[in-house]
């Protein structure tokens, strides 16, 4: 079967399974002209991807199912534990969603000082709403991560023409940020200087310790859901083995 084909049969589109595919989900044959063509085989797979994806599995566990790493059983108990708590999260919003659209009000009529109250009052009763703080502090800490190495904020590799624009964006940072610490005349070389050997060193840190958390995450769900935490684990052990290294060689002075 063609791709054009499959969008027909499954009803998703292309960008979605040529998505799956990058993943490495699925994986159909190429004819001597390039064109990808899809086995029974291939449909099948499909089916359970878009099957599991919709019931809120992410890539990474399909991807640990399809390889044997997990079995569905684990999955399934952890995705209902998650489901559980996003259900839970949003009891709190579901009633005043029910209490807002009942009073016909809209977007100008919105009584803010009303529905605040509403809001701390069920938050008071344990009711749950989106914690934004979280969410934006969140997403924040990562976009910053990603500018320092390279992944992007999510763990996957950047593309080579990504790596060089960080590459620039983040030497000049650093060159202003060494200046300005160091208080070194503001020249192009002391800039450049600074930022590139500044930014080479976070580079090779990124390149030994998350890089192979990222490959690491493929296989182990924790690692690819925490990245950040099994980053700042790998540094610590990265730096307890070096203070060692030091402790040793200062003893055998």
């Not at 640990?64 to 569905?72: E, H, K, Q, S």
């Not at 979280?134 to 996957?156: Q, R």
């Not at 005349?185 to 050997?197: F, K, P, Q, R, Y």
């Amino acid at each position: 079967m063609t791709i054009k084909e499959i969008e027909k049969v499954l009803e998703v589109p292309r960008a979605t399974i040529r998505f799956y595919e990058k993943e490495g989900l699925i994986d159909p044959k190429r004819e001597a002209n390039g064109y990808r063509t899809y086995s029974d085989e291939d449909v099948e797979l499909l089916r359970k991807i878009i099957i599991l994806r919709k019931i809120g599995l992410s890539v990474n566990e399909i991807s640990d199912l399809f390889d044997g790493a997990r079995t569905l059983n684990d999955v399934l108990d952890e995705n209902i534990d998650h489901l559980e708590e996003q259900m839970n999260e949003l009891k709190g919003a579901m009633k005043l969603s029910r209490q807002m659209l009942d009073a016909s009000i809209d977007i100008d009529t919105l009584d803010t000082v009303k529905y605040w109250n509403v809001i701390d009052e069920e938050e008071e009763k344990g009711n749950r709403f989106i914690d934004i703080a979280k969410d934006i502090a969140k997403e924040e800490k990562k976009v910053i991560f990603s500018y320092l190495g390279w992944t992007d904020k999510n763990g996957n590799l950047y593309s080579p023409k990504q790596c060089i624009v960080t590459f620039i964006v983040g030497t000049c940072v650093m060159g202003v940020l060494a200046c300005w610490v160091e208080k070194k005349e503001w020249t192009a070389h002391n800039l450049l200087a600074s930022g590139i050997g500044s930014f080479l060193t976070i580079m090779v840190i990124e390149c030994i310790i998350s890089v192979p958390l990222y490959f690491l995450g493929k296989k182990f769900p924790w690692i690819a859901k925490n990245r950040y935490k099994a980053l700042f684990i790998a540094c610590g052990v990265l730096l307890l083995v070096m203070l060692i290294l030091i402790g040793i060689a200062q003893i055998f002075r």
